[in-house]
C-alpha cells in the first residue's frame, strides 16, 4: 500500500497523522531510530501464518513475537512466520518489510500486543524504508479493529 493509499484512507476517515521522512532503515528499532521515535511507540508488523491463513501481528519494535505463548492463547500449534514468498506479492506498491499494520484492508486478521494499547500515539511503516505515520493508537485500534492479545515478550 503506497503512502497515498493510506494517508486518502485516514483522511477519509478524518484521523490525524504525521508522516516522517527519514533516511533507509530496515529494522524497526532502526527505523524508530532514524525517525527520532521512542522504540516502544514504533510498531513492527511480522507475518505469521495461523491455522494456514497469513495474519499480521502487531508489536513494539522492542519487543519480539512469543510464539509459544500465541500457540497457547489462540488455541492452536498452527502457527508459523510467513516467508516473505509468502506475502510478497499481497501488499502492490509497498517494499517488501514496510507495509503498514492495516490487515482489515487486505482480508487478513490483524492481531495487537496488549504492550502496544497503553500508548498514546504508534509509528509505522508506511509502506517505504524512508516514511513512517505517527498517529494516535486509538484511532488506530478504531480502524483496524484488531484482536488484542499478549503475544509479544521485551527483548533482553
Known amino acids: ?36 521515535i521512542p522504540g516502544k511507540n514504533m510498531a513492527k508488523t511480522v507475518m505469521a501464518r495461523i491455522n494456514g491463513k497469513l495474519s499480521m501481528l502487531v508489536l513494539p519494535s522492542t519487543h519480539r513475537v512469543d510464539f ?13 512466520i510467513a516467508t516473505e514468498k509468502e506475502f510478497e506479492d499481497l501488499f502492490p506498491g509497498s517494499e517488501l518489510g514496510a507495509m503498514p499494520p492495516f490487515g482489515n484492508l487486505f482480508n487478513m486478521n490483524t492481531y495487537v500486543a496488549e504492550s502496544l494499547i497503553d500508548d498514546d500515539e504508534i509509528a509505522f511503516n508506511a509502506g517505504t524504508h524512508k516514511e513512517v505515520v505517527q498517529m494516535s493508537y486509538d484511532d488506530f485500534e478504531e480502524l483496524v479493529k484488531p484482536e488484542i492479545i499478549p503475544l509479544a515478550i521485551k527483548h533482553a
Open 1 to 36: 500500500m503506497p503512502l497515498s493509499k493510506l494517508t486518502e484512507f485516514l483522511d477519509k476517515h478524518n484521523k490525524k497523522y504525521v508522516v516522517i521522512k527519514h533516511s533507509q532503515a530496515y529494522t524497526a528499532q532502526e527505523v524508530a531510530a532514524s525517525a527520532h
Open 68 to 80: 509459544g505463548h500465541l500457540k497457547e492463547v489462540l488455541g492452536t500449534d498452527d502457527v508459523k
